[in-house]
């Protein structure tokens, strides 16, 4: 059974998504104005690892991250720079773009906001039709006070709802937030029924989730930062529309901090993913990404991140000591030694998925693989059993398909174990035709425990992987 911490209601909670083989996750991404920084990168990473601990549990899932290609943020970097805020938006997209493709974050759809202007335009004339949004000088509000369970998601109380935007008289009550901002000159802007203008910020993600993900979602995700107002106004506008409960889980993954400070551009400590993947390598900051549960503040160093490059060439060493012997092949049958640390090699592999099963905690999933490590160091190198390095390998196959931070070495290894499988069961085969049942089963029953399923027919037997 996986849990998840749920933020809305602030409780740890049974993940049963809508569709029972089916998970549907909306992520947040960039207003591409600037490089992203390791803070973003960390999110993504996060709901990356989450995703595929689903995928690896047998779900299937749609992740979706947008990228606001169309903001203040923009505009005002475009006349800082004295270009177009098209070239702005265009260089930093393929900017995130490499990053996400470096970091091998798998995204399904990348949708942009100025593709989908005609879609939140009809989004915001149904909240007006239902009464939610009102016209007001050529912009378009959301009426707060029409949806009474506003700052349910952020447990903030109706005195702190300051949407940090300007104060408007046209506005009805000063936390009202625009879904339409009227033309201004300078601005790029696009044709509506309250005249020209461009998105708010808020209403885009409501539009692009709802038209590529449904109306109803499992995981709504980003940084904790965007609980309140983004998320918070996301919600209400969604289920007002709809009237109907609209996301099941909402996820936030923690701050990132440089020297005990939260990182940000008034402090002047941000630093460039760019900059991080190109000094490290992405793999080494995958790992260090996930090297911490995603709600727990982590603390960005020159000592941390050699750290996490070191303790990732642990792990590629524990591979080549596998590599090795499985290269040799079966040398024996299990003695009994073999066999309890093939148990051992076994409970540290459920012990890697209750973690990832606990509200995906990697910061302990990844101790677990680090014991199988050492039972390949301390154990598996001297008794060169092959049977036991293809449970420790499938240790590994399963931490690298959450983890992805040994895809180069791994497709080899990956080659090399399925040769020792087919062996193993070809012995299998052996022992059976000359009626050794008890070993074959024993054989049998050692591959299932190594997440090997054998699948027995009238001549011989095949397998997968299960």
């Known amino acids: 059974m996986i849990t998840v911490y749920n933020t809305f209601g602030r409780r740890v909670e049974e ?10 996750m909306y992520v947040c991404g960039p207003t591409v104005q600037d490089e992203v920084h390791i803070g973003h990168g960390r999110t993504f990473v996060a709901f990356d690892a989450i995703s595929r601990y689903l995928r690896l549990s047998g779900f299937n899932v749609i992740r979706v991250q947008n990228i606001t290609d ?13 270009t177009s805020w098209e070239e702005v938006a265009d260089k930093y997209a393929k900017s995130y773009l490499e990053m996400m493709e470096r970091l091998k974050v798998k995204i399904d759809l990348h949708p942009k906001v100025t593709t989908h202007i005609s879609h939140i335009i009809d989004f915001i004339q149904k909240l007006i039709d239902k009464g939610h949004a009102y016209v007001s000088n050529g912009s378009v509000y959301f009426d707060v006070d029409t949806f009474p369970q506003y700052g349910e998601l952020s ?8 949407q940090g935007e300007e104060f408007l008289k046209e506005k009805r009550h000063p936390y009202d937030f625009a879904l339409w901002k009227a033309y201004k000159p300078g601005e790029p802007f696009w044709e509506s029924p309250w005249g020209k203008g461009r998105p708010g910020w808020h209403i885009e993600c409501s539009t692009m989730s709802t038209r590529y993900l449904g109306l109803n979602i499992d995981i709504h995700g980003g940084g904790m930062d965007l609980v309140f107002p983004h998320h918070e106004n996301e919600r209400a506008q969604t289920e007002a529309l709809t009237g109907n409960r609209w996301v099941k889980y909402w996820m936030h993954v923690a701050f990132l901090n440089i020297r005990k400070e939260k ?7 941000i630093v460039p993913l760019k900059e991080a993947v190109s ?9 260090w990404f996930l090297s911490s549960q995603y709600r727990s503040t982590v603390e960005y160093s020159e000592e941390a991140m050699e750290q996490s490059s070191r303790a990732l060439d642990r792990l590629r ?4 000591i596998l590599r090795k012997i499985i290269q040799e092949g079966p040398k024996h049958f299990s003695r009994d030694e073999d066999i309890q640390v093939q148990a051992e090699l076994v409970q540290r592999v459920s012990q890697f998925r209750t ?10 999933a990844l ?8 039972l390949v160091f301390s154990k598996l190198q001297y008794s060169e059993d092959a049977l036991g390095a293809s449970i420790a390998l499938d240790a590994f196959r399963q931490f690298n398909e959450v983890f992805g931070v040994m895809d180069e070495e791994f497709a080899v290894e990956l080659e090399r174990l399925t040769r020792v499988i087919d062996a193993v069961v070809e012995i299998r085969n052996y022992l059976r035709k000359n009626q050794m049942y008890d070993l074959s089963d024993q054989i049998r029953q050692i591959l299932a425990q190594g997440g090997v399923k054998v699948l027995d027919g009238k001549e011989k037997s095949t397998w997968r992987f299960q």
């Open 70 to 82: 169309i903001d203040d943020k923009i505009i005002k970097k475009a006349q800082e720079t004295g």
């Open 279 to 287: 000094k490290y390598g992405p793999s080494a900051l995958r790992y």
């Open 317 to 320: 060493d524990a591979l080549s």
């Open 355 to 364: 973690a990832l099963n606990n509200d995906f905690d990697t910061a302990s």
């Open 15 to 24: 993940f049963s998504p809508y569709d029972p083989n089916l998970v549907k």
């Open 155 to 162: 447990n903030i109380k109706r005195e702190e709802w300051n």
């Open 367 to 374: 101790s677990a693989i680090h014991e199988v490590a050492t």
């Open 263 to 269: 990182m940000s551009k008034s402090k002047g400590n």
